[in-house]
């Protein structure tokens, strides 16, 4: 992954957004399974109010972005998985406040500065079958992967943390609740991370394939 510029963000991340609010119904399938079954609508209404807010009001740096993103998110369908995103957000943008571009470097400082926000809020960690089981092992992947692997790289590492998450009772938030019977489902939340990253892979693909894959 070159630098990208912030238009060149936006437009990918809209269309990844697009393709990840489709997929609703497995979200919410997955969820009904451990927790409340109100994910894929978190995700749906958060990706479309994303999408809205940022073609309302473009944003000129990347710190900008994040924190249309984040609240966009946050406020399109209350919920815990909502609250915790959007904090996650919020904080990446403070962190990389002001910058125009989308360095690698800078990709790292946003999923640290998101992943350890999100791990403060929900009083979680790895193996507490949440969507950190993803998130942290991606960011890892993208700090040690070479050119052209790094979204590559991210989302295998994601996959394997939501496969690990599988065999895991859930320890923290509404999965928590039901136990032991959480145990052969992935958790939902690590998955919609992972849907959003193969997501991103795509509308990179798509829009630019041999300059961004």
Known sequence: MT??????V?????????TLAG????????DAAVGDGDLG?????????????????????????LRTAGTAFAGGNPSTMAALVGTGLLAAAKEVDGERELSPEVAIRIGDSAQRRIAERGKAGLGDKTVLD?????VDALRKAGEGERLAAM??????????????PARKGRAA??????????????????????S????????APQERA
């Open 23 to 30: 997929q609703r119904d497995h979200l919410r399938d997955l």
């Open 41 to 65: 609508i978190t995700v749906d209404r958060g990706a479309g109010a994303i999408r809205a807010a940022l073609a309302e009001t473009p944003p000129d740096t990347l710190g900008a972005l």
């Open 134 to 138: 993803a998130l942290t092992p991606s």
């Open 3 to 8: 630098a990208l510029t912030v238009p060149e």
């Open 155 to 168: 989302i295998a590492a994601a996959r394997e943390g939501v496969e690990a998450t599988t065999d895991q």
């Open 200 to 207: 991103l892979l795509s509308a990179v693909t798509e829009q």
């Open 177 to 198: 609740w039901v136990g032991e019977r959480g145990t052969g489902h992935p958790d939902p939340g690590a998955t919609a991370y992972l849907l959003f990253l193969e």
């Open 10 to 18: 936006g437009a990918i991340l809209d269309q990844a957004l697009l």
